[in-house]
């Protein structure tokens, strides 16, 4: 950005300069009228210098443009795809979440039904609906951990994936 900056301040000293020998020759035309035009021979080259050198402030201003332009396209990219991260963690958060609320809910329902169980053998009663439920509510909890335990590989899949290069990634796909 300093470099535009120092662009700009000589772009204006050009154009000071310019209008400086603008002005002088003007004086000249004004007190010499039989010269026969208001620029003399040198000024011409003066200005036809100053002139170049104009266009080649412009032509390196115009580089600049461009390489901030450039710039700020590359951090648009690194930003939409910083966004795109956090898009998936959110939602592999949101997995987790769901499926930690499932793991907490069977293994309830597991330690009510092993409390009713213990309850029946204590009283001596052995009733098969209740070895069902446990048994089922046991099936249940196994499921919800193998749930959980995937979301959380995914996760970390997803991580590794990111952390490897991109053709490594196509190459496994590929494979697959």
């Not at 000071?16 to 035309?29: C, D, F, H, L, N």
């Not at 710039?71 to 990219?77: A, G, L, P």
């Not at 499932?102 to 209740?130: K, M, Q």
């Amino acid at each position: 950005m300093s470099d535009i900056s120092e662009l700009e301040e000589r772009i204006t000293s050009a154009l000071e300069r310019i209008g400086r020998a603008v002005s002088v020759a003007e004086e000249r035309a004004a007190a010499a009228p039989e010269v026969g035009g208001i620029a003399s021979d040198e000024m011409e080259a003066e200005i036809g210098r100053l002139n170049e050198a104009l266009e080649t402030e412009k032509d390196a201003n115009a580089q600049m443009e461009a390489r901030v332009k450039a710039i700020h396209d590359k951090q648009n990219t690194h930003v939409a795809a910083l966004e795109g991260e956090v898009e998936t963690l959110h939602r592999q958060i949101y997995d987790l979440e769901r499926a930690m609320t499932g793991l907490r809910h069977a293994n309830d329902t597991l330690r009510a039904n092993n409390t009713a169980l213990r309850d029946a053998n204590a009283a001596g009663v052995g009733d098969a609906n209740l070895i069902n439920a446990a048994l089922s509510a046991d099936v249940q909890a196994l499921e919800q951990v193998r749930a959980t335990e995937r979301v959380a590989l995914d996760g970390l899949i997803s991580d590794l994936k990111a952390a490897l290069p991109h053709d490594v990634v196509a190459a496994e796909t590929k494979e697959l």
